[in-house]
């Protein structure tokens, strides 16, 4: 089962957030399914959303773009991940990579 270091919490679930958790979440969804499989991480939930579907036990893992960075400011660095571009897979795999390495 994946692992996120430090707190060793297994990642269940993930969120994609956007403004209206229409557009740019589901894009961001789709980018997650196939960086996780190129991981080789199975077995984890991925949904998208909009920002006001971000509270606590709604996910493990909120992923937002930069420009709504604020809006998730109060969850833990370990439950969420802010992408600089939210079309970019690669700094996506980089940043999905540190949070499933045990």
Request: glycine content about 10%.
């Given at each position: 089962m ?36 190129d ?7 991925v ?56």
């Amino acid at each position: 089962m994946p692992i996120i270091e430090g707190e060793k919490m297994a990642i269940q679930k993930i969120l994609c957030c956007c403004g209206s958790g229409l557009g740019s979440s589901l894009m961001v969804e789709m980018n997650v399914q196939d960086v996780l499989k190129d991981l080789g991480v199975d077995g984890v939930e991925v949904e998208h959303s909009t920002v006001s579907d971000v509270m606590p036990g709604a996910a493990d893992l909120f992923i937002v773009g930069r420009d709504l960075g604020d809006f998730i400011a109060g969850v833990p660095d370990n439950e969420k991940v802010v992408l600089d571009n939210i079309l970019d897979k690669e700094e996506l795999k980089a940043k999905l990579s540190e949070k499933f390495s045990a």
